[in-house]
């Protein structure tokens, strides 16, 4: 079946440093992929996203990349605070025929040392 | 407040009772969800809806029961709770025009 996979686990890196968190995703009719960011004991709360027919996003310190020739996504964090210590999911839409329907991966926590 | 809460925010129940986790949020959005968190799966999703009245099984639907008799409100159900139901649940809505997906704080169920 179709599947939205983390290629790591866990990830640290230094405050003030850049962090990229990478994910596969194997639905080639996918046509919207959205990070989501959920911190401990809550809900995961929506980062940034992006239409298939794109290659680059960019928010505030957040960048998508979307490659869809080796179906790989990925999120990079500029400037990582202690605040952006959370596990981060990525995810896959797609749209058939008004059903809408939303596939996570795994997760990867990311953990940002001070 | 605006938003998608959930109630009870955390919940112990016996083996073989019924438990209702009920969600509502304020938006009017067409589309609701229920998942469940669990280590090693991440969020699969148990059940979906497109509008009221309209219900539809996701990834693992076995055990649960839906409804929506009003766009708001989307409770869920687990008729006979079993230990492999303890979880945490999360529903979340969508607007038929958007693409992003909210999600309410959770919800955390203990089965013993």
């Known amino acids: 079946g179709e599947s939205v996979g983390l290629h790591l686990p866990t990830l640290s890196v230094q405050e003030g440093d850049n962090s990229i968190i990478n994910c596969a995703y194997s639905n080639s009719a996918s046509d919207y992929f959205i990070w989501y960011k959920q911190e401990s004991g809550k809900g995961p709360q929506f980062i940034i996203d992006?239409?298939?027919?794109?290659d680059k996003r960019q928010g505030q310190r957040v960048t998508v990349l979307l490659n869809k020739t080796v179906k790989h996504l990925s999120l990079q964090i500029a400037a990582t605070q202690p605040g952006d210590s959370a596990v981060y999911f990525c995810a896959e839409k797609v749209s058939n025929f008004g059903n809408e329907k939303l596939t996570f991966g795994t997760g990867t926590r990311l953990t940002i040392i001070p | 407040d605006a938003g998608i809460t959930q109630s009870p925010r955390y919940k112990i129940t016996e083996t073989g009772r019924q438990v209702t986790l009920m969600c509502h949020q304020t938006?009017?959005?067409?589309?609701m969800f229920w998942y469940r968190q669990d280590l090693g799966h991440g969020l699969r999703l148990i059940y979906y809806s497109a509008a009221a009245d309209i219900t539809d099984k996701g990834e693992v639907p076995d055990g649960y029961v839906v409804s929506r008799s009003k766009t708001e409100n989307f409770p869920l159900t687990l008729e006979s709770a079993t230990r492999s139901q303890t979880s945490v649940y999360f529903c979340a809505s969508l607007t038929g025009l958007g693409n992003t997906i909210y999600f309410g704080e959770g919800s955390w169920l203990t089965v013993v």
């Open positions: 992006i239409r298939s027919n794109m």
């Open positions: 938006w009017s959005h067409s589309y």
